[in-house]
């Protein structure tokens, strides 16, 4: 079940408890303390000054706080409204957490990696519909974003945005290429995978002016295998060398950084706009290493 469904439910829950235990519940808790508190104080003006309770004040707070005391009910719904509702609006529309679940995207982000994602800068969507409401500013190439699988909207995917409405991408014989012009290369030390404990050809990718590292084996194929139907598949083209593809409006063409380790748009298609989560920008933990935490490209 969606979990931003799961939150949405409990705010709703706990808020009319919350509203109830305001407008219902504390008013009649209070006449109840202050019935009780009258009722004690008669109790000592009939027994008179020689038994009276030594201690009346503190049995007058003890009847009050009794009296006043939230039902466990109330306790378990209302009193975690607020903290609820901090939370729903936070990860709704300001940041949301994530944990990168596999090496698709090694080595800007590993396995392990928690990491924020801005969920304003594109446009702030409703949540659950992930309806947009304010437009915010276009995707770019380079951007590493969260978005639902297409496939299944149930899964949240991240990858590096490669090609914007539009774009001619062309992946060639490992080789990356945007509307005619290869992204310049340059190489970098092999990287050593630990989730393959072996070392992977490692370059410095310039998309746009925008640096990132990524792995390519060269012992791999470049021809693409398994790739699925899906819409708009009719504006890519695959061939021996790798695939060929025009960027339909209101899509995008995503991919890996670890580029022989990715499920990407080479293999099932494009990223509608609608399914877009928003922008990935900074790693705020790794139990793993602590240097990890920080921003990255």
Do not use: H
Request: a neutral charge; proline letters at 6%.
């Amino acid at each position: 079940m969606n979990f931003a469904l799961i939150l949405f439910v409990l705010v709703i829950v706990t808020g009319i408890a919350w509203v109830a235990d305001k407008l219902v519940f504390i008013p009649q808790r209070r006449r109840a303390a202050e019935a009780a508190v009258a009722e004690f104080d008669r109790q000592q003006a009939r027994v008179g000054e020689r038994f009276a309770d030594e201690n009346a004040a503190q049995t007058r707070a003890r009847l009050r706080d009794e009296k006043l005391r939230q039902p466990w009910w109330l306790e378990y719904s209302a009193s975690f409204f607020p903290v609820i509702l901090v939370v729903f609006v936070v990860r709704s529309f300001v940041v949301e957490p994530f944990k990168i679940p596999s090496g698709s995207m090694v080595p800007t982000l590993l396995v392990g990696d928690f990491i924020l994602v801005n969920k304003y800068d594109y446009g702030i969507r409703l949540p659950i519909t992930n309806t947009k409401i304010t437009q915010g500013r276009p995707l770019e190439r380079g951007d590493v974003v969260v978005f639902r699988y297409p496939k299944d909207e149930s899964v949240d995917y991240i990858k590096r945005v490669i090609g914007v409405p539009g774009d001619i991408v062309a992946y060639q014989d490992k080789k990356l290429t945007i509307n005619g012009k290869p992204v310049p290369e340059t190489a970098l030390p092999d990287y050593f995978d630990e989730e393959r404990i072996g070392y992977a050809k490692q370059f410095e990718e310039d998309l746009d002016g925008r640096k990132n590292a990524i792995l390519n084996n060269p012992a791999v194929p470049p021809f693409i295998i398994g790739a699925e139907d899906y819409p708009y598949r009719d504006n890519c083209t695959y061939n021996a060398q790798g695939v060929v593809c025009k960027v339909p409006a209101g899509n995008y063409f995503m991919m890996g950084d670890n580029r022989d380790n990715s499920a990407d748009s080479r293999y099932w298609g494009f990223a509608p706009d609608k399914n877009i989560v928003g922008r990935a920008f900074f790693i705020w933990m790794n139990f793993s290493s602590l240097k990890r935490i920080g921003s990255f490209n």
